[in-house]
């Protein structure tokens, strides 16, 4: 799923129109669209929550090297999700949207312009969404290097070698605990062997093949930030 498909998905369905003037600012989208004035405000993340997203992305080789590159690839939005930060908001009700038009106190064509002018935007930078929920490309950069420098959450390796042999058994009650989107099946896949030999989608892959491949068979790990 592309980054305009994100958008679409809770800001959808969107109408094409004539969106001149888009501009993204954090906390707020703004448009000229067919004559009118559009605002999309959102919430932005405090810095805590951005802390913890960065210490995830810092901690994930496939992360950190595909951000300190300046890419964004899809993945990482579900991990800002995990970690509380939606890149997307989920549906207008958690936006405050307003045109000029006499029909701004609904989701008029003229915000639904904007969205698609905004999704398309995303797809050529998908920085656009950081920088809207207040951290642009070079700050994101900063802090998930600098996030880098210290020990983020993490698998403790001995722990789970230790115990994987107990675990199999033991550890096939509740599949629950290993979602696909889950934190304990996110932070047990495995390591990709470096940043120059990453295909584009292998974060899909990794998730994807994640819990039948290593969650299933490790301990549940603490979940991060609980
Ligand atoms: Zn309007």
Redesign the pocket.
Known sequence: MSWSEQVEQWLGPSVPGPVDRLSVRPGEVTAR??G?E?SLIRAVPDDALWDRVCEALASQEVFRARVLAGELPVPVGRVCTMFGVDLVPRGWDALVAT??????DGV????RAAAAALAAQADRDPFTLTRWAGMDRGALRTRVMAAGRIKGPSVPEETARDNASEAIIEDVTDPSDHAPDSAAAFWSAPSPPGPVDIPSGSGDRIRAAAPGALADELPPFPRPGT
């Open positions: 669209v067919g009118f559009v045109c000029s038009c006499d029909r701004w008029c064509a003229h915000l």
